[in-house]
């Protein structure tokens, strides 16, 4: 497993790599030889840290990111979330983004929470929208209609590409993002 590291605003001592890679390493059996974990650390305003995990299987993008004022819990917080999602993947959704399975009998289970306290059900679709207006627009008139309906998140078909593409509000609630298919 390799690990590559990001540290924003902060100052990473030895120490602490070291628990952040004992920690890691316990992960390997659940994760290809050939992994890279990918790892953001970042000290935010009044002592605030955040961890972000990102781990790429053959199927799929694992990403986690932990948000607290003690550096440790922080990164330990992060580490199991990554786990139970790692141990989620492996036991439930594998066969279906493989495309072995069709998503349609991924049947809704009442299994609750597993051990760790995380629910690992399926969660089912509760609200479809649909709508007729298939008229394309600019991104920024995308990110003005969803900033007027006080959504985070808008799809629309593209005027430049002509495909379908997505804005969103980013975290940090100022700015923007936009989504869109090569």
């Given at each position: 497993m390799d690990i590559k590291y990001t540290v924003l605003d902060y100052t990473l001592t030895d120490a602490?790599?070291?628990?952040?890679?004992?920690?890691?390493t316990?992960?390997?059996?659940?994760?290809?030889?050939?992994?890279?974990?990918?790892?953001?650390?970042?000290?935010?305003?009044?002592?605030?840290?955040?961890?972000?995990?990102?781990?790429?299987?053959q199927d799929v993008i694992i990403r986690v990111s932990k948000e607290d004022s003690k550096f440790y819990n922080c990164v330990e917080e992060a580490i199991n979330t990554l786990k139970d999602r790692i141990v989620r993947y492996k036991e439930k959704s594998r066969k279906y983004f493989s495309g072995d399975k069709d998503w349609s009998d991924f049947a809704v289970k009442s299994e609750g929470m597993n051990d760790s306290g995380i629910d690992t059900d399926y969660r089912p679709i509760v609200k479809v929208k649909k709508y007729s207006d298939n008229t394309p627009m600019h991104p920024q008139e995308a990110i003005e209609r969803m900033v007027l309906l006080d959504h985070k998140s808008f799809l629309f078909r593209n005027i430049e590409t002509g495909k379908y593409s997505m804005v969103y509000r980013r975290d940090d609630g100022v700015t923007f993002g936009l989504v869109e298919p090569l």
């Open positions: 602490e790599k070291e628990f952040i890679d004992d920690k890691l316990k992960l390997s059996n659940l994760t290809d030889i050939d992994s890279v974990i990918l790892i953001k650390i970042k000290e935010e305003k009044y002592k605030l840290y955040k961890v972000e995990l990102s781990l790429s299987l």
